[in-house]
């Protein structure tokens, strides 16, 4: 447990973007407090790199979301809030909706409660998921060189926008929707200080991408290992991907700016710049790797959706946000990240999915 006075608290904070975030306000100075449960295989990883690079500034407390004491014991004395821990994959949702639901909403509402009665305005910022805005069935689409791409130009040009309504798939789509609207109602009903990110596809350094979750690492992984790769759909789907250290400057102004920006939810994601199909990755992947990867196709996942981009232009005007890294350069440091890890890194699963978000 912490001995620091006034941490900030990143539940989820030996994750992939967790511990990133959590590397990043340390080396700003803050001391950081982590609630994990380590349930990621690999992230305990994660968290000796924090605590072998940030001595002093990192404690963590290995507990579940579901514990409300620990939770709310954690998160007493913060000074800011950022809430990452969560059942992240759409497919484990399916196979247990009850824990998934307890996970991300109880316990999204365990810690609002927890901040709410200690009656201090502790600022709250949530990462949410592009898919609160479901399958986007309805949006026309056409194939264009080989990826699905919007008919309506708007859509085409600057992607999804917060305006988009709300319309959640799948037991995860839901729970991690009703923990995005807790967050955002806790502004209006309590005045907490609480922003919302629904992230695109985010990836980068110290994600151990799965079978489930984290396709970017994922199909990386299995390529650098010279394993074959399932793609599930017809790999055309199209993906707006953001390189985690932009992600992390997004969470940070999020903090800096939240009495503007409070009760407001925005999309976070690479936009139609870093826009790239399945398909395109794999053949960067190849180029990058020197040697082509074996590819099959299963059938598409439930809810999810062949064309998500965000419009990211609400997130880089409110939060000052600069061109993100160009998703080639990205994937590249993944990839060298990656092979540095190479040996420690969990056994890459047998079957990828881009249920990411
Ligand atoms: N990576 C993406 O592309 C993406 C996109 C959209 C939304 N998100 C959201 O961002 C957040 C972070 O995602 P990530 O990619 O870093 O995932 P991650 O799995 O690397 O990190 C999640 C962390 O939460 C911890 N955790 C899981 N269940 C827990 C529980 N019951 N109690 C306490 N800790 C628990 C895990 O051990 C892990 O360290 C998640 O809320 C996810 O839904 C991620």
């Known amino acids: 447990m912490s001995t620091t006075k006034n941490p ?34 690999g992230v305990e990883r994660n968290l000796r790199w924090l605590q072998a690079r940030h001595p002093s500034r990192i404690s963590a407390v290995t507990a579940d979301l579901r514990d409300e004491r620990a939770l709310a014991e954690a998160a007493r004395d913060a000074k800011a809030v950022f809430h990452l821990a969560a059942q992240v994959a759409v497919t484990t949702s399916m196979v247990d909706p009850v824990e998934d639901f307890e996970v991300n909403i109880r316990g999204t509402l365990a810690l609002l409660e927890a901040v709410r009665r200690r009656g201090r305005r502790t600022p709250v910022i949530f990462a949410s998921t592009n898919k609160v805005y479901g399958d986007l069935a309805d949006v026309p689409l056409e194939l264009v060189d080989d990826a699905y791409a919007p008919v309506d130009p708007a859509i085409r040009a600057q992607g999804v926008s917060e305006a988009r309504p709300l319309d959640f798939h799948t037991p995860y789509g839901c729970s991690k929707g009703a923990a995005d609207q807790y967050v955002l109602d806790y502004a209006r009903s309590f005045d907490l200080p609480t922003a919302v990110l629904r992230m695109s596809c985010i990836y980068g350094p110290r994600q151990m991408g799965t079978e489930d979750q984290g396709w970017v690492a994922h199909f990386l992984i299995r390529a650098l290992n010279g394993e074959p790769i399932t793609i599930y759909g017809d790999g055309r789907q199209v993906r707006d991907v953001l390189f985690v250290a932009d992600t992390v400057q997004a969470y940070v102004s999020a903090w800096e700016r939240i009495e503007q920006v409070k009760g407001r939810a925005f999309n976070l994601g690479g936009g ?4 790239i199909s399945l398909r395109q990755l794999v053949a960067h992947i190849e180029h990058l790797i020197g040697r082509k990867v074996e590819v099959s196709y299963g059938d598409w996942r439930a809810g999810d959706q062949r064309y998500y981009v965000s419009d990211t232009r609400a997130a880089r005007q409110t939060l000052g946000l600069a061109e993100p890294t160009g998703w080639k350069r990205g994937v590249a440091l993944l990839a060298d990240w990656l092979r540095a890890e190479k040996g420690g890194l969990p056994e890459a699963a047998e079957t990828p999915s881009v249920e990411a978000a």
Not at 11 to 34: W, Y
Not at 272 to 275: E, G, L, P, T
Request: proline share 3%; net charge negative.
């Open 272 to 275: 139609a710049a870093n826009a």
């Open 8 to 41: 900030v608290l990143i539940t989820g904070g030996a994750g992939f973007i967790g511990s990133n975030l959590a590397d990043r306000l340390a080396s700003d100075g803050h001391d950081v407090l982590i609630f994990d449960a380590l349930r990621r295989p």
